[in-house]
């Protein structure tokens, strides 16, 4: 059974980085098969894509947030992690890490269950 948990701190100063890290359990991050990705939904709104990223380090970015995001992953410990830097109150979402596979159309199949981002001074 494949899991996803994200971590990190749910209290954000303004203009600080967020940090966010996704353990996986049940799949391997050196797979080719999938990617993995970030989202978030802000109070009251959408879901909004963040970024992924697949074998090779291979990265892609929503062009809104493309300047101020990173992800990177540790296949030693099965992580992936997204920074978010400048942040400000717009980034204060519930957080999510999930999984899609590397096909054209398809959904996102595992879910973590998501991690609250407060931004405030």
């Known amino acids: 059974q494949v899991q996803l948990r994200e971590s990190g701190p749910g209290l954000v100063k303004p203009s600080q980085t967020l940090s966010l890290t996704c353990t996986v359990s049940?799949?391997?991050?050196?797979?080719?098969?999938?990617?993995y990705s970030w989202i978030r939904q802000p109070p009251g709104k959408g879901l909004e894509y963040i970024g992924g990223?697949?074998?090779?380090?291979?990265?892609h970015f929503s062009a809104s947030l493309k300047a101020r995001t990173s992800i990177s992953r540790d296949t030693s410990k099965n992580q992936f992690t997204l920074e978010l830097t400048s942040v400000t109150p717009e980034d204060a979402a519930l957080y999510y890490c999930?999984?899609?596979?590397?096909?054209?159309?398809?959904?996102?199949?595992?879910w973590g269950q998501g991690t609250q981002v407060l931004v405030s001074s």
């Open positions: 049940g799949d391997s991050l050196t797979t080719d098969s999938y990617y």
């Open positions: 999930v999984r899609r596979l590397r096909v054209a159309g398809a959904g996102y199949d595992y």
């Open positions: 990223i697949s074998l090779g380090d291979t990265t």
